[in-house]
């Protein structure tokens, strides 16, 4: 069903969001004006360009479920159960005890900024951007497109629940603040670019005869992963372009390492989840890519708006997303069945 520029796309996907990044850092401008609403002509509609690449990349995952295979999730829901599960308690576990690291460094406040941005990373829901990963490693995309759904259908719940939890960790007025973006991340808003195009994905796996859908999902899955780059490209724009104009190496420095931490030890529980479940392989991929990638684009929202006067928070955000999708690009790439040897 797959045109030869989205399987040659694909396959070198990892690369691609590396030169991405390395973009935004180069030349962020078009990114920065990429960001911004850009009212439409003769009308009173205004484009955002982010949240309409979000609902393409959902679109193309609905459009490619194997409507049959939903059924046999529900009937089999272990998987999708254990990756929700997990989501509420891997924050819980991993964000103590990076607070208690961070306590033993030299910040003046214990750390509570990184610290604060790592919390607003691991209470979204899973990332959409996980469906395009399975799709690269042929794993498990029903119960993957199931974990996205139920996580941001939950997320209104969730999300301000985990940051009240975790907010006592926080100190030098962090804790208030974070209190205040769990209200605004319980507003519900990821319903509209998330739920609506995945169900109207869905709904056209369901109706639409074999060969229109096959056309359209030639179409559509080409572009889905050219538009997930570009909205790679664009949410890093923003913090990354101040790295060159305002560089400060320490704080880089310790961004990326506890992001890195944070990133390390949720996709190694849920691993181990898997393991521990003895999940089929494309089952198992779909929940560690789900337990390792969060919705980091709404993190960096929501520090953007909580937080404007410490732009200096997106680092950590930013160098989760790039790892995150670093690790998922090495997870794919050894869960992705080995092709058959030809025949002599």
């Known amino acids: 069903m797959h045109t030869r520029a989205a399987s040659w796309l ?4 990892g690369r691609a969001v590396v030169l991405s990044y390395a973009l935004a850092l180069i030349l962020p401008s078009p990114g920065l004006w990429l960001r911004h609403p850009h009212p439409l ?9 982010p949240a309409l690449l979000l609902s393409l990349v959902l679109f193309s995952a609905g459009l490619q479920v194997p409507v049959r295979a939903l059924g046999s999730l529900l009937r089999h829901p272990k998987a999708l159960l254990a990756g929700l599960v997990l989501h509420l308690v891997i924050p819980l576990a991993v964000v103590p005890l990076v607070a208690v690291l961070l306590r033993r460094t030299p ?10 941005a790592m919390i607003l990373v691991v209470a979204m829901p899973v990332a959409a951007g996980a469906t395009v990963w399975t799709g690269k490693g042929e794993g498990d995309q029903p119960t993957m497109v199931g974990l996205v759904l139920a996580s941001t259908l939950l997320s209104p719940l969730t999300t ?10 926080l100190s030098g007025g962090y804790a208030h603040t974070i209190t205040g973006a769990g209200r605004l991340a319980g507003s519900g808003v990821a319903l509209t670019s998330v739920v609506l195009p995945c169900a109207a994905g869905l709904l056209g796996a369901l109706v639409l005869p074999a060969r229109p859908l ?3 999902v030639t179409t559509v899955a080409p572009a ?5 780059l570009v909205l790679t490209y664009t949410n890093a724009s923003g913090a990354l372009g101040s790295v060159l104009t305002r560089p400060r190496p320490l ?3 310790a961004a990326l390492g506890v992001a890195a931490l944070v990133c390390l030890l949720s996709f190694t529980l849920g691993r181990t989840a898997a393991r521990l479940l003895r999940l089929e392989a494309g089952a198992a991929s779909a929940l560690t890519l789900a337990c ?6 709404a993190s960096a929202v929501l520090i953007t708006t909580s937080l404007p006067d410490k732009p200096h928070l997106l680092l950590p955000v930013l160098a989760y997303g790039l790892l995150q999708k670093t690790a998922a690009n090495r997870i794919v790439t050894r869960s992705r069945p080995a092709p058959l040897a030809a025949s002599a």
């Open 10 to 13: 694909r396959h070198r996907l």
């Open 41 to 49: 002509p003769s009308s009173h509609l205004t484009l955002h360009t």
């Open 107 to 116: 910040d003046t406040d214990g750390g509570s900024g990184l610290l604060t």
């Open 160 to 169: 301000p629940m985990l940051l009240a939890t975790l907010s006592p960790l």
């Open 214 to 216: 096959g056309r359209l």
């Open 224 to 228: 889905a992963l050219a538009g997930s």
């Open 251 to 253: 704080l880089f420095a």
């Open 292 to 297: 390792g990638m969060n919705n980091s684009s």
